[in-house]
Structures are given as structure tokens and as C-alpha cells.
């Protein structure tokens, strides 16, 4: 089973950028879909980003297309989700989710391994 550490959360102004990274241990990466999910303070955890296992294809919530990038790195074995123009309502938790298999897409309810989450607040 793959273990997910992420990191790279942080307090930023709006507009500002982070870039999220998600560590896998035990396990390559190489077949897995993986995703970044978050959950804001009184809300369900929601469907931010994925990508599929080779890295060639990835989907985006409309909320965060043309400003989150997110991308894959199987020689490292690591996730990055690059945040741009950071706004207030990207204040979340965010998750990085895995799921082992081939296939182009997975979607958030399909996800089995999940890391543990870092703070993003982005303040006004």
C-alpha cells in the first residue's frame, strides 16, 4: 500500500501562489491515477484536480482551471499541484488520492489511498 505525505500548505495573501507536493513511500507511482482534492471549513471535501498515470492527461474543477496546475513526476515519485492567483475561497485542506490503475480517470469517489492534508489559508 502507497503512503502519501503531503506539504507545501501555507498562509498566503490573495493572489499570491504555493505549490503543493505530495510524497508517495512504499510504492511507485508509476500506476496510478492520482488526484488533489480539498475540504474548506464547514464543507464536503471537493474534486480540485487529477491526473491520469502517465501524466499525460489531467482534469481540472472549473473553479480552479487556468490558475492550479497540476502534474506528475514517476522518476520522483512525487505529485505538485501549482497554485496561482490564489483567492479566499481557496482556503481548504488539501488532499492528494491515489488510486492504482491503468485507466484515463478516476473519480473522487474511487480514490483509496489518501494523505493526510496541508493547510492552505489564503487571507483578503
Known amino acids: 500500500q502507497v503512503q502519501l505525505v503531503e506539504s507545501g500548505g501555507g498562509l498566503v495573501q490573495a493572489g499570491g501562489s504555493l505549490r503543493l507536493s505530495c510524497a508517495a513511500r512504499g510504492r511507485s507511482l508509476r500506476s496510478y491515477n492520482m488526484g488533489w482534492l480539498r475540504q474548506a471549513p464547514g464543507k464536503e471535501r471537493e474534486f480540485v484536480a487529477s491526473?491520469?498515470?502517465?501524466?499525460?492527461?489531467?482534469y481540472y474543477a472549473d473553479v480552479v482551471k487556468g490558475r492550479f496546475t497540476i502534474s506528475k513526476d514517476n522518476n520522483k515519485n512525487t505529485l505538485s499541484l501549482q497554485i496561482n492567483s490564489l483567492e479566499p475561497e481557496d482556503t481548504a485542506i488539501y488532499y492528494c488520492a491515489a488510486k492504482d490503475t491503468f485507466r484515463d480517470r478516476v473519480y473522487i469517489s474511487e480514490f483509496d489511498t489518501w494523505g493526510q492534508g496541508t493547510q492552505v489559508v489564503v487571507s483578503s
Open positions: 491526473i491520469n498515470w502517465s501524466g499525460r492527461l489531467t
